[in-house]
């Protein structure tokens, strides 16, 4: 047993990773749990596609603006916690962690600019009992001395990421690591074949992260539902998000990790109506919202919620943390969450970038079934340069279909307060088209018949 309480076999440890039904061994031979180089392959874990990556070397991947001595640090990092069972989420934290530290560079004494006597990718300190000099600048030792504190920190893979690598560290830069997540979780994803797209919460490593659940990367989808009216498609290239239909009061999570930087009633009508009742297509704005800022300079966004949101500016939030609830309040024909990611911390349009693509990178793809617009009227009803008919969005879920209408243009103006706004001269065209037992502004359920479709609910 050695100083940190690891279990050696002589001849070396055989461990498993399982993941789409796979089983593939890890094999780590009885040296390498005491130091030195790391020699066996990364096993991939195959949660989701592969990065396409260019070898470097026979085992080094090529990762952007990062040198070949970075990224064969980043994979020692990595194949030390497969080692030691640590699950992919550690990898992340681990990874961010030297990034902030050292940026991934093995760093020795560096005499006068040198903080105490902190050395290695870690910057940890031999007066503080992480090793001697010589072993903290051993990248496996230092990887594997990390690893053993953060394993003793009570609910480290619920914690957001800064918390977790503070508590291990005990910087003098607490909210330092946070940054670095996106930027780690894409070196996790390129070297170890997707590992960040498994669970946050998985017990073991290679456990693929289901549809509810924060992945290693640190992202979770806000609501499991299908995906209506997407990303600035043809019928309405001013709409900067995804609409995500639901039933009313389904709860609403926060995506990642960050701080609530605006949350409002939004509303530029006159006479001044309340958000804590149901919009409709002629109602402007964005009802209740509010936005978050997440490390890397993403920023999420969240409307049409029933009432008031459970978080307010200044507040921070884990991933998968309760923030509202699903509504119809502000320019909405029926309950769902109208939801917009944006980069560089640009809350305008020109920051907006398509939520499924984005999502769909973390892990955490958004809807649970693929939705199918219609529109229903005559065709000159929908001819260039006239608004168009009466849509009414169908969307296909497990086991029934959810009909929403959807009026007017559907175009949005870029603004940041204003992102979910119809203009003012694109009234909304009711009445055109049969309604499938449907009135304007309602939503339900419905499934199909030989007739068509009938109530459900």
Same mark, same amino acid.
């Given at each position: 047993?050695?100083r940190f309480?690891?279990g050696v076999?002589? &001849?070396g *440890?055989?461990?498993?990773l399982?993941?789409?039904g796979?089983? $593939?061994?890890?094999?780590v031979s =009885?040296g390498a #749990?005491?130091?030195?180089?790391?020699?066996?392959?990364?096993?991939?874990?195959?949660?989701?596609?592969?990065?396409t990556?260019?070898?470097?070397?026979?085992?080094?991947v090529?990762i952007p603006?990062?040198?070949?001595?970075q990224?064969?640090?980043?994979?020692?990092?990595?194949?030390?916690g497969?080692a030691?069972k640590?699950?992919?989420?550690?990898?992340?934290i681990a990874?961010?962690?030297?990034i902030q530290?050292s940026?991934l560079?093995?760093?020795?004494?560096?005499?006068?600019?040198n903080d105490?006597?902190?050395q290695?990718?870690?910057?940890?300190?031999p007066?503080? &009992?992480? *090793?001697?000099?010589a072993?903290v600048?051993d990248?496996?030792? $230092?990887?594997r001395a990390?690893? =053993?504190?953060? #394993?003793?920190?009570k609910?480290?893979?619920?914690?957001?990421?800064?918390?977790a690598?503070?508590r291990?560290?005990r910087?003098?830069?607490?909210?330092?690591y946070?940054?670095?997540?996106p930027?780690?979780?894409r070196?996790?994803?390129?070297?170890a074949d997707?590992a960040?797209?498994?669970?946050?919460?998985?017990?073991?490593?290679?456990?693929?992260?289901?549809a509810?659940e924060v992945?290693?990367?640190?992202w979770?989808?806000p609501?499991?539902?299908?995906?209506?009216s997407g990303?600035?498609s043809?019928?309405?290239p001013?709409?900067?998000g995804?609409?995500l239909?639901t039933?009313r009061g389904?709860?609403i999570?926060a995506a990642a990790a960050?701080t609530?930087?605006?949350m409002?009633c939004?509303n530029q009508?006159?006479p001044w109506?309340?958000?804590n009742r149901?919009?409709s297509?002629?109602t402007?704005g964005c009802?209740?919202?509010?936005d978050?800022?997440?490390?890397?300079g993403?920023?999420?966004?969240y409307?049409?919620?029933?009432?008031?949101?459970?978080?307010?500016?200044g507040d921070?939030?884990?991933?998968g943390q309760?923030?509202?609830?699903?509504?119809?309040s502000?320019h909405?024909?029926g309950?769902?969450?109208?939801?917009?990611?944006?980069?560089?911390?640009?809350?305008?349009s020109?920051g907006?970038?398509?939520?499924v693509?984005f999502?769909?990178g973390k892990?955490?793809s958004?809807g649970?079934g693929k939705?199918?617009?219609?529109?229903?009227?005559?065709?000159?009803?929908?001819?260039?340069?006239?608004p168009?008919a009466t849509?009414?969005?169908i969307?296909?879920?497990?086991?029934?279909?959810l009909?929403?209408?959807r009026?007017?243009?559907?175009?949005?103006?870029?603004?940041p307060?204003?992102p979910d706004?119809?203009?003012?001269?694109?009234?909304?065209t009711?009445?055109k088209?049969?309604?499938p037992?449907?009135?304007?502004g309602?939503?339900?359920?419905?499934?199909?018949?030989?007739s068509?479709?009938s109530?459900?609910?």
């Amino acid at each position: 047993m050695s100083r940190f309480g690891w279990g050696v076999a002589v &001849g070396g *440890g055989l461990g498993l990773l399982l993941c789409g039904g796979l089983a $593939a061994p890890v094999i780590v031979s =009885a040296g390498a #749990l005491f130091g030195g180089e790391l020699k066996e392959a990364v096993t991939p874990a195959s949660c989701g596609s592969a990065a396409t990556t260019q070898l470097v070397g026979r085992q080094t991947v090529k990762i952007p603006d990062r040198s070949a001595a970075q990224v064969r640090n980043a994979t020692t990092i990595i194949r030390t916690g497969q080692a030691m069972k640590v699950p992919p989420r550690g990898w992340v934290i681990a990874v961010a962690t030297a990034i902030q530290e050292s940026q991934l560079t093995n760093l020795g004494h560096l005499g006068a600019d040198n903080d105490h006597d902190s050395q290695g990718m870690f910057q940890q300190r031999p007066s503080q &009992g992480w *090793g001697t000099p010589a072993q903290v600048r051993d990248p496996v030792y $230092a990887s594997r001395a990390f690893y =053993a504190r953060l #394993l003793k920190v009570k609910g480290w893979q619920k914690l957001p990421l800064t918390v977790a690598a503070q508590r291990v560290q005990r910087s003098a830069y607490p909210d330092a690591y946070a940054k670095h997540e996106p930027e780690a979780a894409r070196i996790v994803d390129a070297i170890a074949d997707g590992a960040a797209r498994t669970p946050a919460a998985a017990l073991a490593a290679g456990q693929c992260a289901q549809a509810d659940e924060v992945t290693s990367s640190g992202w979770v989808r806000p609501v499991s539902a299908p995906v209506g009216s997407g990303f600035r498609s043809g019928g309405r290239p001013g709409h900067d998000g995804v609409d995500l239909s639901t039933r009313r009061g389904t709860p609403i999570k926060a995506a990642a990790a960050g701080t609530v930087v605006h949350m409002e009633c939004d509303n530029q009508s006159a006479p001044w109506y309340s958000c804590n009742r149901d919009g409709s297509p002629n109602t402007p704005g964005c009802g209740w919202y509010l936005d978050i800022r997440h490390a890397g300079g993403v920023i999420t966004r969240y409307c049409h919620m029933l009432r008031r949101p459970l978080v307010s500016a200044g507040d921070k939030v884990a991933a998968g943390q309760q923030i509202g609830v699903v509504g119809t309040s502000g320019h909405s024909s029926g309950p769902h969450l109208h939801f917009e990611v944006h980069l560089r911390g640009d809350r305008s349009s020109s920051g907006a970038v398509d939520p499924v693509r984005f999502m769909r990178g973390k892990g955490a793809s958004l809807g649970e079934g693929k939705g199918k617009e219609v529109s229903v009227g005559r065709p000159e009803d929908t001819a260039p340069g006239k608004p168009p008919a009466t849509a009414w969005r169908i969307y296909r879920t497990r086991s029934r279909l959810l009909v929403a209408p959807r009026t007017g243009t559907g175009r949005y103006p870029s603004t940041p307060r204003h992102p979910d706004k119809e203009p003012a001269d694109a009234p909304a065209t009711p009445g055109k088209g049969p309604a499938p037992n449907l009135s304007e502004g309602e939503t339900r359920l419905c499934s199909p018949s030989s007739s068509g479709f009938s109530r459900t609910s």
